[in-house]
Each structure stands twice: as C-alpha cells, then as structure tokens.
C-alpha cells in the first residue's frame, strides 16, 4: 500500500493498493494514450512502399524558373584552326564588326583563319539582377577544327522575346583538343565546344514579386497523385492548418495569409521532408545498350527460353587469269559462302519473390548481351511478368 498525497497544502493521502498487475495496466493505458498521439503525428502508410525526400528535392516553385538566352558571336585568336573560307557568314560577322569601329573592309577580301563563328547559350536563373555573372556555353557554327586558345568578342544574349538580357565575353575553357600534322590528325574530347565561367553579366532581370501574393502552387518534378496527396498532408502537418491542397497529380496549390512572408514561409516548406512514391521504371538505351532496372520493380514468376540464330554471309573475289598460249582473257569471279550458326536455347526461371538482382545474375550467367538483355525485358512486359514502365531513349 502507498500513500499518495493528494493536496500539498492539506494533510490528506489517498490509500491506493499498487500491485504488479496494477502497474501494468496503467503502463498499457499510458502507452495506448501516447500512441494515439504519435500516430496523429506520423503518416499511416507501410514504411515499404515509400521513401522520405525534402520538398525542395522533387519539386520546384511554380514561376520560379531558369530562362534560356542565346547569341550569336566570334572567336578571335584561333591558331590556324578557325572556319575555313568555304564558310562565309564568318568574314561577314568579321566585316560588319570592323565597319562598327569605322574600318570598312569588303568581306569578300578577308582571308584569314583565326577566327570562328559561334553560337553562345546560357541560363538566366530567377532572381537575377544586373550585375549578375552566368556561366555560358560556345559551340562553333561553321567547320571550325577547334577553339583552343580563343577568346570571344562582346556578344549580346537574347531571351525568347527578342530582348537583350546579358552579354557575353571572355577567354574560352576548351576540355580537348585536335591536332593536324601532314595529314595525321588527333582529337581528344569535342574542341569545338567550350564554356567561359563568369562569362556572361545580366543587364535586364525578369522582375518576379513574391510579396502581396495570396496563393503559391508547388510542381512535383515525376506526376502522381499519391505523392501529391502526401505533400500536401506533410505540409498541412507542419504548418498546423489546411492552407495546402493536391489539384492534380503534379501540382500542389498553396493558401498565403494576409501579411504572411511568403520567402520564409517558402524556406519553410521545402525543407519538410515528405513520402515519395516513386514509379516503377526500366530505362532503355538501344544506341548504347545500356539498361538501368530501378529498384522498385517488381517481377512475376516467368521462364525464360533465350536463343539465338547467327547468319554469316561472306564474299571473296577471284581472279582467273588464262595461259599465255591461250586467247583467254582475265575474269574476275565473286564465290559466296554462307555460314549458319544457331546458338542452343538457354533457360532462366524466376519463382514467386524474384528481385532485379536474381535477374541481372541470370542474365549473366546465360552469357546475354545488352541488346539480349533489352530484347528480353520487353518480352517480360509483353507476358506480363514485369510490373514497370519500360522507357526506350
């Protein structure tokens, strides 16, 4: 028996018996009380079948995008490897360039190699104000062999309404080279492409007020319905209040208060780390023969019967050359021969509970090549035996 006491300021005691089965029970009841608070908490879906992301990482702000800008422009300074004269628009840029600082030059009498027509493309982030440096790109436009050591001249950058919003200029980061001696020519990487860091200053911004605004939608990077469901859950969650609402599968439309601080409540909201659903995929590349299985593919029981027919077709030419006593003359004959190869079936089994791994390793072990391999899955989705989307690039 223990005394409890009841009020500190009145000499009272509460007699309670306390007995084993007692204490549990009362540990029972406390932790049934606490899991229902925890459970109001956390999201009632199988740990399995999701995977936990920042908001920040799978979606974007709707608005809040890069713009593309692209100039043309020249490259001065090349070593001999510039555009050839059968490429003229070169010697035209060259000419009306000259004819700005009063040098007027006919284009048709410019003979020179060290230059190159090129064209220059960067990305204008949002927020940009004037004064902002960006990073651009430089491709060669004519049949320049590199842009090794070039440097490239005051270039304007265009957005898709015409307007000017950055110029570019600076001395070219090539990652190659070529070299042509006597004929004999050695190339590394692409040396008619090159990026300039910091070569470009934004001179017009795209304004984009976020301030007054009263509603904000978020744009899911992969659609899908559930995961647009359970962000706006999580964001409610955080937020305390039903201010997020899935309109469709890709985008989440957001409620801003009167006043609200809409860059903080934004910072706020994508550091929530919410469920992702991710889709089940198989990514195809027929040119490389490159196969990517993601690891929520799911495979049925399936057998597998893998052959294969090589059919060899080879020519040779023969002369036929006559005596010198004879009036022959000298004939060329082709003689083909044919030459069939059929390889024996192979056979893969997949039982009930099946990975991607068990089928990588069976693969492998039938000596499958990588269009075997793409040529087999596409089967399986045909047969039903491949629970995912297979996307050929």
Known sequence: MRCIEVNPKVSQCLQVWITPRLVVCTLFTIAILLGGNLRG????????????????????????????????????????TGDSQQTTFPTQTLASILLRMGVSVPATSIRVQNLAAVFVSAALPPFARPGTKLDITVSSAGDARSLEGGLLLLTPLFGADGKIYAQAQGALVVGGYSINVNGNVKQFNHPNTARIPSGAMVERGIPLELAGRDQVSILLDDADFKSAAAMAQAINHELG???????DSRRIDLAVGKGEDVPELLARIEAIEVPVFPRAKVIVNERTGTVVIGGTV???????????????????LSVSQPNAVTAGTTQVTQQTRVDVQDKPVSRIELRQGATVDDLVRSLQTIGASARDVISILQAMKSAGALEAEIEVL
Do not use: C, M, W
């Open 241 to 247: 209040h039903d201010v997020a609402h899935a309109a």
């Open 41 to 80: 908490s956390a999201t009632d879906l199988p740990q399995s079948s999701f995977r936990q992301a920042r908001v920040k990482d799978i979606s974007s702000i709707e608005g809040i995008r890069d713009n593309q800008l692209v100039g043309y422009g020249i490259v001065v300074g090349l070593q001999g």
């Open 298 to 316: 799911v495979l049925q029981p399936v057998s597998i019967l893998h052959g294969g027919l090589a059919v060899n077709v080879v020519s040779e």
